[in-house]
């Protein structure tokens, strides 16, 4: 997919920029750290401040093949279905473009992209 975005903003697709970028944060946003997974503040010089260097670095989560399907067929439900309700308020070119999008996306899980 990243290897996607580039060539799109190369080719300067704006559909398929969105699909990509928004797509590609929402999986970044499932490998940020949980809070509960933070290491324990110092009473340093700045309240609230960890102490030392890198001591708040904590790796991020590595996501499954089958969980970054699952965002992946996510974004495209969510496209599907603001398509429709797009096409029922008569914004059909916006439905259109929505659409697109969940094609573009559809084939990524396909392996066809």
Not at 3 to 29: C, E, F, H, Q, Y
Not at 58 to 79: G, S
Request: no cysteine; net charge neutral; glycine share 8%.
């Amino acid at each position: 997919m990243r290897r996607g975005l580039t060539a799109a903003m190369k080719a300067r697709d704006r559909r398929a920029v969105a699909a990509l970028r928004s797509t590609l944060a929402a999986i970044d946003n499932a490998e940020a750290v949980d809070a509960t997974q933070a290491p324990p503040v110092g009473e340093g010089e700045i309240a609230g401040a960890a102490l030392g260097v890198g001591a708040a670095e904590v790796e991020r989560r590595t996501l499954t093949a089958a969980q970054t399907e699952a965002i992946v067929r996510r974004e495209v439900a969510e496209r599907e279905t603001a398509a429709q309700a797009y096409e029922r308020a008569g914004q059909s070119p916006h439905a259109d473009r929505l659409r697109a999008e969940a094609e573009l996306l559809s084939a990524y899980l396909h392996g066809n992209a």
